[in-house]
């Protein structure tokens, strides 16, 4: 027998504990980094099957603030499958599914709270539920804070409520997760009117129904139901991508703004001139004045709700848990004087330890910018540094800036690549541990080998034919690059590795790879990063601007044709270990939000391997296949 399974949202509630957020917006319509979380739960139950016509029939009930939900439903694409069943009192979870039964009758179906966000998956639940002929399958996971639905040995529903006790070792307590799948013949245990689903569980159970559980431990999950479990649920969502701040793209007021921790700036917002923000959600509407010191909040157009800056981060024993790289290094913020310092803590087998103590040195004698160095503890491989806050020249970039912002702020990075280039190459000798540390023909070698086991075999599956006369042009690349003047360079100088500390000065971290290599392979880092494109137009400006730099500080070393020359050789090699180290970081260390950074990444060595084709055209087949 087919079963015809359609599905309902929960999106008439109040959100009481969320005022008075909820006085201007409901629940479900919340934003999500720019995204309404009922949106997304809409695209989750359409991607799950509507290649049946299962699903494609969403109910969703409307009572608080339902003239802004229906003006959603209507303005979106999803409007030809969605049916609306207002409520002219609040129904309850059981009476809003009794008010649907004409609608949800026909046969089994899913039900999902509206205040949820939840990677949960479908497709197992449903076909669970279809295996095991329950009549309800509750999606269950072990949160102590929702903890308070008994189940027994085989998942089967016992009783609901922190007033429900049971002494018996065959039963344990789980939450539910607010998604669930019923068969039509569950409507039958609900009364007309207002009324619990919980009432109906118990009922249900009670008269001989198979009401079971479907455990998704590991799921992300998040409720929203609070100011603090709201702007908690933005954070994580932040994590999960990878990124610390999101700027609507219509944002003003970034210029003369400083930001730290995590931020989240909505739609028609304005941040007032020389405001300072911290871990800061601004809800639609809102505004900051002039001069604004604002930290730990969510903010509305007329309201500011204090949010615990425990919310924002993840606190450990060590400290507060920073940073969102690659790296298998953890940093903590830990108290330090009256403020705060960060603790590097290496693996005991990190050989990077000790070059990154000896470059610390060695980089601040000699002008570049780096991290104050506080104190060292080999035996234990960790180390104390000064705190350069948590904003990025990649999250600086996040918050819409001009062409003449960005220019004048990428010449302060460019200033930093003279100085390591030109004065501190100068003086290598003085640090023997970089001065050894030279990027050679072999390692260039490895790099395009990365390129092809991490990204092309790996990530893409793809087998490389003639690997022959692919490897005989990666030798004659690495020749050709290992040809240029070396001097000393930062080997990963991207946006994510330069933090803008307060005033927006450019400060650079993660050097501990610095090598001896043409200057080109920074450049081609920094203005040709898939992490934060730029204009052509500016980018060319930089380049000239790096070049008149060089030409007037670096002494008869600096070629101008020479290193001309070298940059697209050097924006090859960046490119492929770039994209290893996609499919490494999402494949084996499973950091999957680097994968957004792959089509960039693509165009950009799509785009080199172009201008080379002559000399390269088997790199060249082989980069058109992907």
Known sequence: MIRILRSFILAAGYGERLQPITNYIPKPLLPILGKPLLESIVEKILAFSCDTTRLCSIGINLRHKKEMLEEWVNGSPFRDVITLFPEEQILGTGGALKNAECFLSEGDFIVHNGDIISDLNLAGLVEYHFKSNNLVTLAVHDHPQFRNVAIDDNGFLRGVGKAYLTDNPAERKVAFTGIAVYSAAFLKFLPPGASSVVDAWIEAAGSGYRVGTFDVAGCSWSDIGSPASYASALARELKKQGETVHFASATSGCSSAEFDGTIVVERDCTIGNESS???????????????????????????????????????????????TGGSDRKYYRVPHLEGTAIMMECSPDDPDFSRHIAYTRFFAKYGIPVPVLISAYPEARSALFEDLGDFSLYAWLKCP??????????????????????????????????????????YLRWETQYFSDRFVKGLRQLSIDGAGPLEDEFHRLALKVDTYPKRIIHRDFQSQNIMMAKGAVPRVIDYQGARMAPPAYDIASVLFDPYAPLEEGVRQSLIAYYVGEMRSGAGDWFVEREFTASLPYCRLQRHMQ?????????EVKGKIYFLKHVPECLRLLKEEVSLARDEFPVLYDLIARL
Do not use: Q, W
């Open 277 to 323: 923000l911290k871990n800061c959600i601004l809800l639609p509407g809102s505004r900051t004045g002039k001069g604004s010191v604002i930290n730990n909040c969510i903010m509305g157009p007329d309201y500011i709700i204090p949010v615990a800056e425990s919310v924002f981060v993840t606190a450990t024993y060590r400290g507060m848990l920073v940073g």
């Open 578 to 586: 770039a994209l290893g180290a996609y499919g490494f970081l999402s």
């Open 401 to 442: 800036r001009s062409n003449e912002e960005i220019e004048t702020i990428y010449r302060h990075v460019l200033d930093i690549l003279v100085r390591l280039h030109c004065e501190a190459s100068e003086h290598v000798s003085e640090c023997p541990m970089l001065a050894k540390r030279i990027f050679d023909y072999a």
